[in-house]
């Protein structure tokens, strides 16, 4: 086997026995990773010098195609309603299978590590068939300085072989994509598909199974902290907001996708960002859209023009067009990943039916009831069959990543707020006037404005009502902020129609929640929206 740029001579590749004729790359910067990329054909480079690779048939994850291994450790603990499982035998033909695949490629290895709270951290070995996912998963989590690659240990390794095709069959897969999962070996292997995604998720879903064993929250959000030192956590599905919102040039980005809220504050499991990137723009994200304009930043599925210049607005390959950047290409981001204690929790909706208010203050019950939930809604066009709003419910915010039961995570975030005294928000970053295809989306200048105001504390003097629909508080005016859209029904032209639409997804809210109703207390129950007899 041959190694080139090996800095642990030590420890190779062989944790779980992998060897190949092949050459293998030990922990390449970003020049060396292009070059490779480039010399084989997997990418090219933008005209402002970004690399941009193409990920095929698979251009996002694959979640009917994850597996949890299911065994003595896990049975007890994973929610197998949502996870599907594999027996230990399938996957270790898998793993026996993989191996044998790789025994004559080159291979690209990366240690790496998961969250930034040093008696936390996960040290993951990522091995990828291609340069450029090695430098992908090289943006998106954290480089250990070098002195500390002499003595690296990988307490978790994922093996990323986009050429390996499953037998169902054989494996136990569905199709000849595979993302198995051993949370108990702290094994993943990927297989069939090149969207580079399932690798930074996979370790997202490690810690998801390990942390709440320890006392400690994993999160899906975004996250900042105020001059003061006021942190706060941005929960939402994607297309919400979570990293556009979370990038304010007044606050530090603390990071924009995955946390951990343990003992000393929050923590960034991520040393970089995953943005998406379809119709940015640098007048509406100026950041964001800067990090696309420079060498080091992983472009995917973004098309180019003929001089090579990215237009973010061409969709023809996927609308889930991203870009992947270390953190430190946004400049007020954390250099450390840690802020205190959060002092206000920020979940997002993108409601298409155009009936929730711009941002509702929640009680602790009402936020463990919406966490559940997780609720947003796709709109027509973003997916085959999609003709008008579509309710989503993804529990925590984030369901594929979730081995555990919910009410773990929620029970755990309740007691959490509790103890630190918490505000929790609400914000609909959707649609007012009307649902989708009448109404119009919610202004950004409103939403920012709102949020200011929750962050810096004001928006707790203002005054509020009691939303009909949902329980929850809405304040009545916010300076800055045109007082007509904090009433939804009040902006539609038709009010019948609005309570029409209030009480469907009222009726949604509640049948989503029926398999949570065994789970919870007689206090979250009671915080679910219940519809009354709307006002004249």
């Known amino acids: 086997m041959s190694e080139v740029g090996k800095r642990n001579p030590a420890c190779a590749i062989d ?32 005209a402002q010098g970004a690399l941009v690779a193409e990920t095929g048939q698979h251009t996002g994850r694959s979640p009917k195609d994850k597996f949890v291994v299911r065994d003595g450790a896990t049975e007890p603990h994973v929610w197998w309603d949502n996870n599907k499982a594999i027996s230990p035998a399938q996957f270790d033909t898998l793993l026996a299978d993989f ?46 300085r070098a002195a500390e690659l002499e003595t690296f240990v990988p307490e978790m390794t994922i093996i990323d072989l986009p050429s390996f095709r499953a037998d169902p069959a054989r494996h136990g897969s569905r199709t000849e994509t595979m993302i198995a999962v051993d949370l108990t070996r702290r094994i993943v ?5 090149s969207y580079a995604g399932e ?3 996979s370790v997202f879903t490690m810690l998801n199974y390990l942390l709440p064993e320890k006392g400690v929250m994993p999160m ?3 996250a900042n902290e105020g001059p003061a030192g006021d942190a706060a956590i941005f929960f939402g599905l994607s297309g919400t907001g979570k990293t556009t919102l979370s990038a304010d040039p007044s606050r530090t980005l603390v990071g924009d996708d995955e946390h951990g809220w343990g003992p000393h504050g929050i923590f960034n499991f991520e040393g970089g960002c995953y943005a998406k990137t379809i119709r940015l723009s640098a007048e509406a994200e100026p950041e964001i859209f800067a990090t696309t304009q420079r060498f080091g930043t992983v472009l995917e599925n973004v098309v180019l023009d003929a001089d090579g210049v990215p237009d973010f607005n061409d969709g023809r390959l996927t609308e889930n067009t991203r870009c992947a950047y270390p953190l430190d290409f946004i400049p007020n981001a954390s250099k450390t990943g840690r802020a205190s204690h959060p002092k206000n929790i920020i979940m997002l909706t993108a409601d298409a039916f155009g009936v929730m208010p711009p941002i509702a203050r929640l009680t602790p019950a009402q936020a463990m009831y919406h966490f559940l939930s997780g609720y947003t809604a796709k709109v027509a066009g973003t997916e085959k069959g999609v003709t008008e709003p579509e309710a989503t419910f993804s529990t925590c915010f984030g369901a594929p990543f979730m081995p555990r039961h919910p009410s773990q ?4 975030l309740r007691e959490l707020i509790a103890r630190h005294g918490a505000d929790c928000w609400l914000v609909n970053t959707g649609w007012t006037g009307g649902a989708y295809g009448t109404g119009k989306r919610m202004p950004i200048k409103a939403t920012r404005a709102l949020l200011a105001a929750a962050l810096d504390g004001s928006l707790k003097m203002a005054k509020f009502r009691t939303d009909t629909n949902f329980g929850f508080e809405v ?8 007082s007509a859209i904090l009433d939804p029904r009040s902006t539609w032209a038709d009010k019948a129609a609005y309570d029409r639409q209030a009480a469907r997804l009222v009726g949604m809210f509640a049948v989503n929640f029926e398999k949570f109703e065994s789970h919870v207390d007689a206090v979250v129950l009671g915080a679910a929206p219940r519809m009354q007899e709307a006002a004249e």
């Not at 779980?16 to 054909?41: C, D, M, P």
């Not at 004559?104 to 450029?132: M, N, Y």
């Not at 304040?475 to 045109?482: F, H, I, T």
């Open 15 to 46: 944790r779980i026995g992998l060897k190949t004729s092949g050459v293998v790359r030990y922990n390449f910067g970003a020049a060396a990773l292009y070059e490779e990329a480039i010399r084989r054909g997997e990418a090219r480079l933008t």
């Open 99 to 144: 191996l044998a695949h790789a025994a004559d490629k080159d291979l690209f290895v990366q240690d790496l590590v998961g969250g930034a709270d040093e008696d936390l951290k996960l040290p993951t070995r990522v091995i990828a068939e291609f340069a450029w996912h090695s430098l992908f998963i090289r943006n998106l989590l954290i480089r250990p």
């Open 189 to 193: 292997l990927i297989g069939g598909t």
């Open 199 to 201: 690798m930074k998720k």
């Open 220 to 222: 899906h959000c975004s």
């Open 409 to 412: 995570y929620g029970n755990l």
């Open 475 to 482: 304040p009545e005016a916010v300076p800055g902020v045109d």
